[in-house]
């Protein structure tokens, strides 16, 4: 194969992509006809946002989610012997909290040229806002959804972030953010430090950096909003 894989980040919510995207970005993505996204609708719509210079019906949109098997892989792959194609995400960061990354390390295995383009990532934009250590952290993805495995999940990445002196982030689905938030609270202790960075990038963007003790005292409700968890244990 002698194609290229660009990896398209998207708007982490509403608003132009251009508020989000360099103009040499999103001409790259205009130049494009072949995507690779987990949800078709969405990339549409963002496709038709960006100011695509031919029609929607022209642009071919093949699925990858959770749900694509491995042996779906090459068929996606296959356009980049002919043309250069996107991975799109559905919000962000191509395969950062995002599927995709099966996909380009068959692109590398391939000889696909893999080009990641500029544009927003929640986690990395949560951790330059924090002010928590940045030269040592660690994403986790999602935490246990049962209510012990949680807390005690979340006692295990505490310890680990005061042994190591290592920032921990991970994410929620956001219906869960507020039960996700009340389980730090009990679990963590009084000086450790959390940052809550909701809807990133965003008109109503808040990013909050407090000791537990703190936050305990504030009462705070985050709602089903898109949101980065981060803490980071005291010595």
């Known amino acids: 194969m002698s194609g290229v894989l660009y990896l398209i980040p998207t708007p982490l919510g509403p608003g132009a992509p251009g508020d989000v995207l360099p103009a040499a970005v999103q001409a790259r993505v205009r130049s494009l006809r072949y995507f690779i996204a987990e949800r078709p609708r969405s990339a549409r719509a963002f496709l038709k946002e960006i100011g695509l210079p031919c029609p929607l019906a022209e642009v071919r949109i093949a699925t990858l989610d959770e749900q694509t098997p491995p042996e779906g892989l090459p068929d996606l792959l296959a356009p980049l012997e002919r043309e250069a194609?996107?991975?799109l995400s559905e919000a962000g960061a191509p395969a950062v909290?995002?599927?995709?990354?099966a996909l380009i390390r068959l692109a590398h295995a391939r000889g696909v040229r893999?080009?990641?383009l500029v544009g927003p990532s929640a986690v990395l934009l949560a951790l330059m806002a924090s002010g928590l250590e940045g030269q040592r952290f660690a994403f986790h993805g999602s935490l246990?959804?049962?209510?012990?495995a949680l807390g005690h999940r979340v006692r295990e990445l505490e310890s680990e972030s005061r042994r190591l002196r290592q920032t921990q982030v991970f994410i929620e689905t956001p219906y869960r953010n507020d039960r996700l938030l009340r389980a730090l609270l009990r679990a963590c202790k009084p000086a450790t430090l959390l940052c809550v960075a909701t809807e990133l990038t965003l008109a109503t963007e808040?990013?909050?950096t407090r000791d537990?003790?703190?936050?305990?005292?504030a009462a705070v409700q985050i709602g089903k909003r898109p949101t980065v968890f981060l803490l980071l244990a005291s010595a």
């Open 114 to 116: 893999v080009a990641p």
């Open 85 to 87: 194609g996107g991975l």
């Open 206 to 208: 808040s990013v909050r």
């Open 97 to 101: 909290a995002d599927p995709g990354a």
């Open 144 to 148: 246990p959804v049962d209510e012990r």
């Open 212 to 217: 537990v003790a703190a936050w305990r005292g």
